[in-house]
């Protein structure tokens, strides 16, 4: 098991992770009959733009529009996932971290794929606490499943857990950003994100973070782009990684990845970062 202070797996920082989007999956309300080989196509050919653009890695997300708030996943969904998982890491370098996130928080079902079909992180929705969201009130159950995790041996599959972002705000108040990382390290999370569209904001929970739980690592979940990506990621105050979506994808959110638009990143990123 990892070291909580040992961010080796991340590999070179900043480590930039594009998010490979997917339309609704077999098992879920929203799918579209017969889309399937397209949606596994399409993942492919983003992952393979974030490789041959010069991304670290890769977080395979599902879109399905509704979700249950606990770990329900409907088998079919599941297995969709692990084909597309696998599809992608065949098409990849073994240097390339993929990950999975079963929106809204099924982190089990997702270490379970990441486990089968090659990846080598998840991201957890929610992995303290409790949020409130569309879909309805998110809570979450560590001990069950860091438990799965033991069941499974999936230590090698690190967990990304969300602290602050569109995604999660710890419900109730009374919690900063920095108590929610602690504790989020403190149940088994390995590394944490967050996110905020205010760039002066992001910079402050990214600090006291630093303070409160020195070595964990930081992931920016959302709201980088080319503009931002030096002050936000490459500068000395700025996080150890980011989740890249949008402005990478040729056609607006949800479309296929361009491996131009990620060259260009990775461009910015790097020569901020010397």
Not at 33 to 59: C, M, W
Not at 99 to 121: D, E, I, T, W
Not at 143 to 162: G, P, Q, S, T
């Amino acid at each position: 098991m990892l070291d909580r202070d040992d961010a080796q797996w991340l590999g070179r920082k900043p480590v930039v992770l594009g998010m490979i989007h997917l339309q609704p999956l077999p098992g879920t309300p929203f799918h579209r009959e017969g889309s399937f080989p397209q949606i596994l196509r399409t993942a492919v050919k983003s992952a393979r733009a974030l490789y041959d653009g010069g991304a670290d890695g890769g977080l395979i997300q599902t879109v399905d529009r509704v979700y249950a708030p606990g770990e329900e996943s409907d088998p079919a969904r599941i297995a969709a996932l692990s084909l597309i998982t696998r599809a992608v890491t065949d098409v990849v370098g073994p240097d390339f971290r993929v990950g999975v996130q079963l929106m809204r928080n099924a982190v089990q079902a997702s270490l379970a794929v990441a486990k089968v079909a090659g990846g080598v992180f998840v991201r957890a929705g929610a992995i303290v606490g409790a949020t409130l969201t569309t879909h309805g009130m998110v809570e979450a159950d560590p001990l069950a499943v860091m438990e799965y995790r033991k069941k499974i041996d999936a230590w090698n599959v690190k967990i990304i857990a969300e602290v602050e972002s569109m995604h999660y705000t710890w419900f109730g108040g009374g919690k900063t950003v920095a108590d929610v990382a602690r504790a989020a390290r403190q149940v088994g999370a390995d590394a944490v994100s967050l996110c905020h569209p205010d760039e002066a904001r992001v910079l402050k929970m990214i600090a006291s973070v630093r303070a409160a739980a020195p070595g964990l690592p930081i992931i920016l979940a959302g709201h980088t782009n080319h503009d931002n990506a030096a002050r936000l990621l490459a500068s000395p105050e700025g996080a150890d990684g980011a989740f890249v979506g949008t402005c990478l994808e040729g056609d607006g959110w949800g479309s296929a990845i361009v491996a131009d638009k990620v060259k260009a990143y990775m461009d910015i990123v790097h020569a901020g970062a010397r």
